[in-house]
């Protein structure tokens, strides 16, 4: 079979793709995992987010797949449906089938026939249940065996029992298939780029967070020698910076530094590494593990930090990964320690907060942009967003605090949700004020890194992170919130890519 399998050209604000251009690693994933008489192809769009609708005309003629499967975010459902329909348009008796997290917990949204019609939606983890889609539809057995699958027979959907999580260690799950790509320009900062996952799951329950929604509470990982040829496949193919995509892996700290230092046996630690971390881990082995971490190449880390203050952080269910420990005992809130140690050992802080909680004021809010300014090298600041199924939803949603029901704008940095003290406006546009002059802070340690990039497209960078703004804005001839609401508006204009 011909298959081709597309990520939505939907980019988040804070990963403007001047810099930032990520490949989606759950494609080539499920590339890596069909069997391998099929032709796959992978095209993640958000490389050509200016010419969208003809790079699908084009891949859809030059591949003629028999199944084309979509890798859909919430944010990214009226993209998603619209490429949909226009597959159909093209070969109208291609199957269709789509997965991640928007269609495994918001499957409903996917099975109306009105628009965007799928005949497929794989929840859950995909390798394996692609895998057996991809043989049913060969062997014309029907499709009720397969678990994690939703199917479409007639104008009805059949949901098959969901799928146990994979435990990984059993190798059942292969490598990657980064030859299925046909589209190239990954980069972050002018260096080609690629993901690689060393495990998977998370024990904890931070209320905005759609993982244990997802796979419940558990916590598998894969094999070092596994890890170890994920990376050296990525470096073999150019990458030079690697994003580790765990969901946790700084859950088992012992296993993180013996992941470092295979990494330095590996003589993989030229390359620079990006890594997701709570801040309790860090600042509670930060002696040693900092130090290894900077060794084996890591140079940014994105820490959990969530929320400065503890009301924010009990209603984000996040006080825990977030405490500091001295002699076996809490000992406060772990966010500085973490810091402190990233720094010292010449690494940089991408600072996740969430600001516009129910309880917020403009005094809670302030006082988080305050500390993100004065400690985070560059910040990653959201407001909180009601994804499907999560436990803050149903709390925004019984407070009556969400004002937006426009999933495309649910992308983190558009404010949905208004507090009880705040409008959602009001919560944003603190948010947009501060962040713009974080982002050029960083510039000069991006420029040491990476000197011809940042020359080069020092003026795209500037453009982009002051969208909106004026001369008259900048010289304080004009209100601020006017700029702010053409930033709006061109962002609102810039969604619209087919």
Known sequence: MNVLLLSMPDSFEHMPTVAVRMPNGALTSL??????????????LVLVQDRVKQTVEQLVAEHNPDLVGLSVMTFQRRTAKRIIDLVRQLKPNVRIAVGGYEPSLASDAYTDSSSGVV?????????????????????????????????????????????????????????????????SGYTILGRQV??????????????????????????????????????????????????????????????????????IDAGLNDIDYTVQAMTSAIANHGDTLAPLMRKA????????????????????????????????????????????????????????????????????IQTNLEFARKYIDWPYIQHPTPYPRTPMTKDFRD??????????????????????????????????????WMKVRHIPAAFVHSPMFVLKNIPKMFVHTFRGSSLKNFLGLEDERIAFERYREIRRAERAYI
């Not at 983190?412 to 947009?432: D, L």
């Open 31 to 44: 590339a890596g995992n069909v069997d391998p008489h099929h032709k796959v192809a992978v095209a993640d």
């Open 119 to 183: 005949d497929f939606i794989v929840r859950g983890e995909g390798e394996i249940t692609f895998r057996e889609l991809l043989r049913a539809i060969e062997d014309e057995h029907g499709f009720d065996h397969i678990q994690g699958l939703s199917y479409r027979s007639g104008d009805r959907f059949y949901h098959t029992h969901d799928r146990p999580v994979n435990g990984l260690e059993n190798g059942e799950i292969k490598l990657p298939n980064r030859g299925a790509r046909v589209l």
């Open 194 to 263: 690629d993901v690689i996952e060393t495990s998977r799951g998370c024990t904890f329950d931070c209320s905005f967070c759609s993982i244990i929604e997802m796979r419940g509470r558990n916590f598998f990982t894969y094999s070092f020698d596994r890890v170890i040829a994920d990376i050296r496949d990525a470096y073999n193919r150019g990458a030079r910076a690697i994003f580790i995509v765990d969901d946790n892996v700084v859950l088992n700290v012992k296993r993180f530094e013996a992941l470092c230092q295979a990494i």
């Open 297 to 364: 190449g890591f140079r940014y880390v994105f820490l959990g930090i969530e929320n400065i203050l503890e009301d924010d952080l009990k209603f984000l269910r996040a006080s825990s990964k977030n405490t500091k420990r001295e002699n076996g005992q809490k000992a406060g809130n772990a966010t500085l320690k973490a810091i402190d140690y990233i720094h010292k050992n010449n690494m940089y802080v991408v600072g996740g907060l969430i600001v516009g909680n129910p309880d917020d004021t403009v005094e809670s």
């Open 399 to 436: 407070r009556g605090l969400i004002i937006n029901e426009r999933l495309e704008e649910y992308d983190g940095t558009t404010a949905v949700v208004k507090t009880e003290h705040v409008s959602a406006e009001e919560a944003e546009y603190m948010r947009w004020k501060v962040e713009r």
